[in-house]
């Protein structure tokens, strides 16, 4: 059986999908394909596909990753090919590497996300990001299945910082001023979502956006402590596959119709 890793992105419109919605256009893609999915057991059997730690519907990303089992052997990057011509446009596969290491999800310990709010000058918002950082604690609060939950955001946000803007950069499609926003923050339980954090802002310095964040997830994977960056969690299969014999890459899966957009 051979394990594939994807990384796909959410853009444009396709950023209000659920996850739900992505699987089932995932599988949709996956039989267009003629990809050859390994199934599980049972009365109810389903393609072998493992999603992790997929972006809240509404926010666009560009880092978005899943593994799925095959039981014969294809290349990656002519199966990326396949899937990103039967999968709409916005949901585009942009990589495809074999599983040849253990534990994706486990490298998959920090976002970094970017914020775009529009109708906010530039130097309001970079004073509500220094009292936030200042703070020891901000609790914010949220709706769960069990009730109102109240948790601290601070603790799990690794950096967050105001990005420059020049001149006319920092103007939205309105003509308004945007300020933009950088946060790299730690997945933790409960997670820390980038409404979150917005909602910190609000709690610590009254920063209220007149229009709702454009919210998109740059990069996901395992957090280096001491630098505070995010590194690529597909890297460590990558070097392997480079190191491989040039004659273990196997056929390619058959070729699939342009899915409509």
């Not at 444009?12 to 394909?33: C, K, N, V, W, Y």
């Not at 999968?87 to 599983?99: K, N, S």
């Not at 923050?185 to 229009?211: C, E, F, I, N, Y």
Request: net charge negative; aromatic share 4%; hydrophobic share 40%.
């Amino acid at each position: 059986m051979q394990r594939i890793r994807l990384r796909y992105t959410k853009r444009g419109r396709l950023r209000f999908t659920s996850h739900r919605d992505f699987q089932r256009a995932f599988e949709r893609a996956l039989r267009r394909a003629e990809v050859p999915m390994a199934y599980s057991a049972g009365f109810t059997p389903h393609p072998k596909v493992s999603y992790a730690n997929a972006a809240p519907t509404g926010t666009g990303s560009e880092a978005e990753y899943l593994e799925i089992a095959l039981t014969a052997h294809c290349d990656p990057e002519r199966l990326r090919e396949l899937l990103d011509e039967s999968l709409p446009a916005g949901l585009d596969v942009v990589e495809a590497v074999e599983a040849r290491t253990p534990g994706l999800a486990d490298r998959l310990t920090a976002s970094v996300w970017e914020l775009r709010l529009d109708g906010v000058d530039p130097a309001e918002a970079e004073n509500a990001v220094a009292a936030f950082n200042g703070a020891e604690t901000v609790e914010v609060q949220r709706l769960a299945k069990n009730g109102m939950r109240t948790f601290d955001t601070r603790s799990a946000v690794v950096d967050l910082e105001s990005m420059e803007t020049h001149g006319s950069a920092a103007d939205g499609p309105t003509g308004q001023p945007c300020a933009i926003l950088r946060l790299v923050v730690r997945h933790v339980t409960p997670a820390v979502r980038p409404d979150d954090v917005l909602s910190g802002l609000r709690a610590v310095a009254d920063l209220a956006p007149p229009v709702p964040a454009a919210v998109t997830r740059l990069a996901q994977g395992l957090l280096d402590e001491e630098t505070g960056t995010v590194t690529d969690p597909l890297a460590p299969d990558r070097e392997v596959d480079l190191a491989a014999p040039a004659d273990s890459v196997g056929a390619a899966v058959p070729a699939a119709a342009k899915a409509p957009a």
